[in-house]
């Protein structure tokens, strides 16, 4: 009888990247049905898109690499990265975008700081960011979403696939006709025009809280993260410190002038916050590594994100903050290490 | 705004070189980057919120009403030399910081981020007060900025990163990154 | 076009005379300073120099490299690599291997003839004793430098493994 | 002093007790060939005093400390000492070490100096004195010798704590003792206080160990009170000694210090039964109660086994192997060593045997990168941060392993069994502590050794000044003579 002689502890928790990479795709499932529902089928041609191009990327730089292409690419990082990026793009962007978009988030944001557990950029943001900054008219061609009693946009599945593959829409439709801005782009034009906020709230684009289509998918997913928490996948310091840190100063400059600048609300409801709170900030990589620096990480993002989102030229400033505090995460690392038992400080 | 971004991205960068990558450029020799990135930090810090207000009120009282205004450039870089030289001796006493006089001193007149102060004060400035605020200000994004760069390249060491991409690329993409970052606060302020 | 002429001179004598007063370098000392904190000061000469002062001065010279310390190991190393801004290298092994665990060097009192040489020898006074008189080796200040048991002529001091009690636990 | 309002991290974890604590306690049947290795206590090993071939008592000493971290060893059986040669040890299970082998020949004859001892009006040092040569070292893992800990003790007001709190899934020698031979902890406890003038003392259990609790209770009123019975969360490790203090008082040890540092004094129940046993029947530490536990054991139990014998009659004695195990193990599946066979013997620190198989055990998986989750350390007792200390530690950056606390790390396993990427963690912090361990002390004795080398230099040089002058002065001597 020889037994394996191998170093305490001897059992573990049955547990795994990917089935935590995989829990957090589930969660994300929600969101994307009532974005479909709302705003078509384009979301699920770009998920399509992007879920092949990220692979496809993996599998070549993990070739090039040298590194084992099986455990890598099942562990579903490369997934989460893909899903994310596809999410915030428009639903009827061409496919060069969302395809250049994740090559370029998993080829330089990953691999090249030296992959899975190493990347100190958030990979989606990343891709994200360059897409914004460079193809700025694409990004903002948002559609009218369903239920809001405007002409609503129905294309058929092929109408669908020759707006994405060749740009072309049907005869009698106009790319300006199907598009309106998003309830965030559609309050700061409105409040740099001068009206106040019931105004420019006041278009149909808006629904009882964020916005028509987009409140009830920020509220798909809160679900998904909710259910996040209840299983422990994330914990609650990020989520509740970046909804806090675009809440707090919403509150207070509505208090201040309630005219001209919206309420926490709205801020928390709209644009890409709660799919920011819980799933691209928690993003473990690239996010602080102990309970304070998390809180100091999440707050920050949202501070930003509110900052961008009421001075800045781009409507929605969270990917701008992820990557900002991404930057910012070795130093906040270094400065909220926890008291360690036994040491005075 | 994007001008700001730019002159505090290059001395962020130019300066992280001289700390981790050019001995004879080291302003200090600690034993890790990290405490060098904060002294020069702080010298950098003292040196914009000394020279901007300073030469607001040359520009102003001096050579405004001389109308030499075309001096402005050379007697700005005379006076961040007449500061930086200041800074050098209250660095020296302390051998703590165990400074290399003339590294320093050169990184403090060379830094971009301090002239570009200087010389956006007119355009950016009304009264005394907002040059302080600017001068702060530019100091204090220059020290985070710095720090930021300096951890993270200290966690990157130990990564498994390409051979090629080893080092000065990958500081430069990340350099790269953060400029895409930092392009999300254009527009905050009148261009 | 006079008075920036004259302003301009002004400057330039104000800059040229704070620069002559503290023209003086600093002196090298504090970088032999530095790096002497970092060595183990364990004075055992294995770096080829009479201790660690005398290496340091090296190093700042830039006469030595920074692998020459078995004692310090791959800490010492690393650390001197930041310091020095050079390129990690490991320990050399022709200097000598870092021994596993910390080891204090023992007289065998049976055979010891009080001859004095390694009282002579030790570079940290951590041998007690006088001529023809028995010789014993202060285990706590022993830095294990092996710098006596060559002297020895009756060959009676042998290297053991330094007690638990002796190492100090408390940071 | 610093106190924290109560524990953090810790595991909450399937106890899989039941299965041994269904059978009572019974002795095991004593075995032909006992192998006693003489380094199965902390610190060093003991020195055999008798040669091959000697007849030996029950109880006789047979190896005597070596050091005043050391302990005794006595012969659990009457016979005839076989060989004194490395043999196996569970401590260290690929590395033999010098053991004693005695022969039994079954006649029981005790050492007739083995006298009960009266301590209750005994000097405090007495009584320390009385329990080394007892051979008692700590039972609960540590196997540290407990009157090297006594003497070390704090000089006033300690307060006692005497460690049931047995919170390793499978183990349940404790729980068995605590239920069945209550009495002898309370005495034990008795003894330990008088030994350490201890102002109050406590027997901590786990909750979930109901009968263990009131039998306790049962003995200290029986043995006249004085003692408390606490009960804390059933959390891993709250059986250790720093989580168990912080527990009870809410004060923390110090980083690299003790507990009586602060005044407390931490003892394993099975310590106490051992030193009541040595004090009030003379019966030196020659058996201890362990737990044969595991699916592959056809009927587990907790036996009352002299110390020396091979495990391979303990599994026999509960019924031999129900099917191949996938792992044999002393100790629990936390913190337990893995054995290769079943030929090694029952050393003084065994407190369990656990065969298990894959439906009790879950093997970590491939390994994969660390993605920084931050898991670990909101599980870790010791509130460190190891995805830290493990980037630290395959970078080798002995001082910031220094810094973020790796030499506080208890290695109780919760960071590996949380881990997603299945990192064996604990495993690479036992590597690296080695490396900060030195780096520490080279760090410590660098000012020392640097002061005395200068003062040398400095003598030196005013030696050589002396015999210049001295030189030059006979010279001039010499010369100025017409």
Redesign the interface.
Same mark, same amino acid.
């Given at each position: 009888m020889s037994l394996p002689t191998s170093q305490p502890p001897h059992s573990v928790a049955p547990n795994s990247v990917a089935r935590v990479m995989g829990i957090v795709l589930i969660a994300l499932i929600p969101a994307i049905v009532v974005h479909i529902v709302f705003f078509g089928i384009g979301l699920a041609v770009q998920l399509t898109l992007a879920i092949a191009t990220a692979l496809i990327t993996e599998a070549i730089a993990l070739h090039l690499r040298r590194q084992p292409v099986r455990p890598f690419l099942s562990d579903g990082s490369a997934l989460i990265t893909a899903v994310l990026l596809a999410f915030c793009l428009p639903p009827l962007a061409p496919w060069w975008l969302v395809v250049s978009g994740t090559a370029f988030a998993i080829l330089l944001a990953k691999h090249l700081y030296g992959g899975l557990g190493s990347n100190p950029f958030n990979p989606a943001m990343v891709g994200y960011v360059v897409l914004l900054v460079s193809f700025p008219q694409h990004l903002t061609r948002w559609l009218t979403p369903e239920a809001s009693g405007l002409h609503p946009v129905d294309l058929s599945f092929v109408q669908t696939l020759h707006a994405i593959f060749i740009g072309q829409l049907p005869p009698e439709l106009t790319w300006d006709a199907i598009t309106s801005p998003t309830p965030l782009d559609a309050v700061r034009t409105g409040l740099k025009m001068g009206l106040t906020l019931q105004e420019a709230q006041a278009a149909p684009t808006f629904g009882g809280l964020g916005g028509r289509g987009w409140e009830w998918i920020n509220l798909a997913v809160l679900a998904g993260g909710i259910w996040l928490l209840a299983l422990k996948i994330v914990r609650w310091h990020i989520p509740v410190a970046l909804l806090a840190g675009l809440a707090i100063p919403a509150a207070i400059m509505h208090a201040v002038d309630p005219g001209s600048y919206a309420g926490a609300l709205f801020e928390v409801t709209s644009g890409a916050s709660m799919l920011g709170a819980f799933f691209i900030a928690t993003d473990p990589v690239s996010a602080a590594t102990s309970d304070r620096g998390r809180l100091v990480y999440g707050f920050g993002i949202g501070l930003v994100a509110y900052i961008i989102r009421t001075w800045g030229g781009y409507p929605d400033g969270i990917a701008f903050g992820v990557l900002l505090l991404n930057l910012a995460v070795p130093l906040i690392d270094r400065y909220t290490v926890p008291r360690i038992y036994g040491r005075a400080t | 705004m994007s001008s700001l971004l730019l002159i505090l991205l290059s001395a962020v960068l130019i300066s992280h070189f001289a700390l981790?990558r050019v001995?004879a450029l080291?302003p200090f #020799?600690?034993?890790?980057? =990290?405490d060098d990135a904060v002294r020069l930090a702080i010298a950098v810090l003292a040196c914009t919120s000394v020279v901007t207000p300073l030469s607001y009120l040359l520009r102003n009282h001096?050579l405004q009403p001389?109308h030499?205004l075309y001096?402005q450039p050379?007697?700005f870089v005379?006076?961040i030399?007449?500061v930086a030289?200041?800074i050098?001796?209250v660095v020296?006493q302390r051998?703590l910081w *165990?400074?290399? *006089?003339t590294a320093l001193f050169a990184l403090l007149t060379g830094n971009s981020a301090i002239l570009g102060a200087t010389l956006l004060v007119p355009s950016r400035v009304e009264t005394f007060i907002d040059s302080i605020g600017l001068g702060l200000g530019i100091g204090l994004s220059f020290a985070?900025?710095l720090?930021?760069?300096t951890?993270?390249e200290?966690?990157?060491?130990?990564? #498994?990163?390409?051979v090629s =991409?080893r080092g000065t690329p990958?500081a430069l993409?990340?350099a790269g990154?953060?400029a895409? *970052?930092?392009?999300? =606060?254009?527009?905050?302020i009148a261009e | 076009m006079l008075t920036a002429a004259l302003l301009a001179a002004g400057f330039a004598a104000a800059l040229a005379s704070v620069l002559a007063r503290s023209s003086r370098v600093v002196p090298r000392s504090t970088l032999i300073e530095r790096i002497n904190d970092v060595l183990p000061q364990t004075q055992c000469g294995r770096c080829t120099f009479a201790g660690c002062k005398p290496y340091a001065t090296a190093l700042a010279e830039g006469r030595a490299d920074i692998n020459h310390c078995p004692p310090g190991g791959d800490t010492t190393a690393r650390t001197l690599a930041t310091l020095l801004d050079r390129p990690y290298k490991p320990v050399d092994p022709q200097f000598g291997i870092t021994p596993a665990q910390p080891v204090v060097a023992w007289v065998d009192e049976s055979r010891c003839i009080g001859c004095t040489k390694c009282i002579q020898a030790c570079p940290v006074d951590a041998i007690v004793g006088a001529s023809k008189f028995m010789h014993t080796i202060i285990a706590a200040q022993c830095t294990g430098c092996e710098l006596c048991i060559a002297p020895c002529p009756v060959d009676c001091i042998e290297l053991r493994p330094a007690q638990a009690s002796q190492l100090s636990l408390s940071s | 002093m610093t106190t924290r309002s109560q524990t953090r991290g810790g595991l909450k974890l399937e106890t899989h007790k039941h299965r041994s604590t269904m059978r009572p306690l019974r002795a095991a049947r004593p075995a032909e060939l006992l192998t006693l290795p003489l380094d199965q206590h902390a610190g060093a090993a003991a020195r055999p005093i008798v040669a091959t071939g000697d007849l030996v008592a029950l109880g006789q000493p047979i190896a005597e400390p070596t050091a005043d971290i050391s302990a005794w060893l006595h012969s659990p059986v009457s016979g005839r000492v076989r060989a004194i040669e490395p043999q196996p040890s569970a401590l260290h299970p690929d590395t033999p070490s010098l053991a004693i082998v005695i022969e039994n020949d079954g006649a029981d004859r005790t050492h007739a100096a083995n006298q009960p001892f009266d301590f209750s009006n005994a000097e405090p040092a007495a009584i320390v004195e009385h329990i080394a040569r007892g051979g008692i070292v700590g039972l609960g893992g540590a196997i540290f010798p407990t009157a090297a800990k006594l003497a070390r003790a704090p000089a006033k007001s300690a307060h006692l704590i005497v460690n049931g709190a047995e919170c390793e899934p499978w183990i349940s020698c404790d729980d068995m003792l605590m239920r069945e031979r209550a009495s002898e902890v309370i005495a034990g406890a008795k003894v330990l206080c008088r030994a350490v003038l201890a102002e109050h003392c406590t027997i901590a259990v786990e909750d979930d160990m109901r009968e263990a609790a009131q039998a306790l209770r049962e003995a200290v009123e029986h043995a006249g009170g004085g003692i408390e019975v606490v009960e804390v969360p059933s959390i891993y490790p709250a059986g250790g000694e720093r989580q168990l203090i912080t527990t009870l008082t809410g004060l923390e040890v110090p980083s690299g210090g003790l507990p009586q540092d602060i005044g407390i004094l931490c003892q394993n129940v099975g310590t106490a039964a051992a030193i009541a046993r040595w004090v009030h029947d003379g019966e030196p530490l020659i058996r201890r109660v362990v737990t044969i536990t595991g699916s592959a054991i056809q009927e587990p139990a907790n036996l009352d086994a002299v110390i020396g014998t091979p495990l391979s009659r303990l599994i026999a004695d509960c019924g031999g192997f129900a099917t191949e195990p996938a792992k044999l193990m002393m100790g629990g599946p936390m913190m337990g060593i893995a054995l290769p066979t079943d030929q090694f013997a029952v050393l003084k620190g065994m407190n369990c045997v656990f065969a298990a198989t894959l439906r009790d055990i879950q093997p970590a998986g491939p390994e994969m990168p660390c993605i920084r989750c931050g898991s670990c350390s909101e599980v870790c007792p010791a509130i460190l941060l190891p995805q830290q200390l493990h980037r630290l530690a395959l970078a080798g950056e002995v001082p910031e392993l220094d810094e973020y606390g790796l030499l506080d790390c208890i290695e109780c396993g919760c960071c590996d069994y949380v881990c997603p990427s299945q990192i064996p963690l604990v495993e690479r912090f036992r590597v690296a502590k080695p490396e900060v361990l030195r780096y520490r002390t080279m760090r410590s004795m660098a000012p020392e050794a640097r002061a005395q080398f200068e003062a040398r230099e400095v003598r030196l040089a005013r030696l050589e000044e002396e015999r210049r002058a001295r030189l030059a002065e006979k010279r001039r001597s010499i010369t100025s003579k017409p």
């Open positions: - | 981790t001995p080291r #020799a600690s034993t890790s980057p =990290f001096v001389l030499v001096l050379l007697l005379v006076l030399m007449l030289q200041l050098r001796l020296e051998t *165990a400074p290399n *006089a985070v900025l720090l930021c760069l951890t993270l200290q966690r990157m060491r130990h990564a #498994a990163i390409a =991409f990958l993409i990340t990154v953060m895409l *970052a930092l392009m999300g =606060f254009t527009g905050l | - | -």
